[in-house]
């Protein structure tokens, strides 16, 4: 069991390029999530999507757009990057069933992390 | 608005000095409070869900407390390897997570 996993680990981009940040759960998730992280603003949802076929934005979207290509794989894409999009990017997952409340249905899981620069 | 405020910023402790890390929630309908652990260059690690006011859940020397607008994370004996940030978030009725801006321990041999 990999978990959460993500890729690339490190990424520079220059204003202006494309990339698109990849990121695959094998826990049988429901629920799979985009944040970034910056120096004292915590972690904050850029998208998320609670079921395959399903996106929605979260507090931080613009300048991004979010594939969920399977069960399995949720993709973030930066179109033009800008330089304040510089941060660090987690992906993580649930089971997340919101038919249910549970101990064990909402507990996220975190990928390692993509760390961007964009000069 | 779902908030979450963490206290303190910082903390060092000297090793097995007790101490509790707070976090102040207002969430509309608790789904869950959860607390992170999260190491330098790494994604934050699950270690507590709680769901109702008066639950308390144990991880060798943490303890997680939950009342109606805040949380505790108490630290018994830390050691060094318990130095690391430590993360809250609230789940509500939007079924979005809102997180604190972590609260970072050091603890020192």
């Known amino acids: 069991n990999a978990g959460v996993t993500q890729t690339p680990k490190f990424q520079v981009l220059k204003t202006g390029q494309s990339m698109t940040l990849q990121c695959a759960q094998d826990?049988?998730?429901?629920?799979m999530y985009w944040y970034r992280q910056d120096p004292g603003m915590g972690l904050r949802l850029i998208y998320y999507?609670?079921?395959?076929?399903?996106?929605d934005k979260g507090e931080v979207p613009n300048g991004y757009n979010v594939s969920r290509l399977n069960k399995r794989e949720f993709s973030l894409r930066l179109e033009s990057a800008a330089p304040s999009q510089t941060s660090v990017y987690f992906c993580?997952?649930?089971?997340?069933?919101?038919?249910?409340?549970?101990?064990?249905?909402?507990?996220?899981?975190f990928g390692p992390g993509t760390r961007l620069t964009v000069l | 608005e779902d908030q979450v405020t963490q206290s303190p910023e910082a903390l060092r402790l000297q090793e097995g000095e007790s101490s509790s890390l707070n976090c102040s929630y207002t969430?509309?309908?608790?789904?869950?409070l959860f607390w992170y652990r999260q190491d330098p260059g790494k994604g934050p690690e699950f270690l507590f869900t709680?769901?109702?006011a008066g639950e308390e859940k144990e991880k060798e020397r943490l303890k997680a407390t939950l009342t109606k607008k805040e949380s505790f994370l108490h630290i018994t004996a830390p050691k060094p390897e318990d130095s690391a940030t430590y993360l809250c978030?609230?789940?509500?009725?939007?079924?979005?997570?809102?997180f604190g801006t972590g609260t970072r321990l050091k603890v020192l041999a």
């Open positions: 826990m049988n998730h429901n629920s």
């Open positions: 709680l769901y109702s």
């Open positions: 978030a609230v789940l509500g009725g939007t079924y979005k997570y809102i």
């Open positions: 969430v509309s309908g608790l789904r869950g």
């Open positions: 999507s609670a079921s395959e076929g399903t996106t």
């Open positions: 993580a997952s649930s089971e997340q069933d919101r038919g249910r409340v549970g101990s064990s249905y909402n507990e996220q899981f």
